[in-house]
């Protein structure tokens, strides 16, 4: 299973990107897929999460802003930022988990720059 992303890039405040996940291989055996980010000198944090079945959770900082979603017949998952805040700027990195098969993968990251 391999992941690319794609959509990061640099944008002024209030602005909006899209970030997208192609998941390539055994995608069947797939359960979560999320979106995390990392800002330089802090730990990785979960930013959006959708499950199998669909459910989503966001992190407080985001919700309302960032809209996680997914396309199946795609193998595709999407993360819609909204009215960016220079505060978002970090590596984002796409993550698959399957619980079944015991396995998850991160993507490369992609980077975002938020300027005010």
């Known amino acids: 299973v391999q992941l690319v992303e794609s959509g990061g890039g640099l944008v002024q405040a209030g602005g909006s990107l899209r970030l997208s996940c192609v998941v390539s291989?055994?995608?069947?055996?797939?359960?979560?897929m999320g979106w995390y980010r990392q800002a330089p000198g802090k730990q990785r944090e979960l930013v959006a999460r959708i499950t199998g079945s669909g459910g989503t959770n966001y992190a407080d900082s985001v919700k309302g802003r960032f809209t996680i979603s997914k396309d199946s017949a795609q193998n595709t998952v999407y993360l819609q930022m909204n009215s960016l805040k220079p505060e978002d700027t970090a590596v984002y990195y796409c993550?698959?988990?399957?619980?079944?098969?015991?396995?998850?993968?991160w993507g490369q990251g992609t980077q975002v720059t938020v300027s005010s």
């Open positions: 993550h698959i988990q399957s619980y079944g098969y015991g396995f998850d993968i």
């Open positions: 291989g055994s995608t069947f055996s797939i359960d979560d």
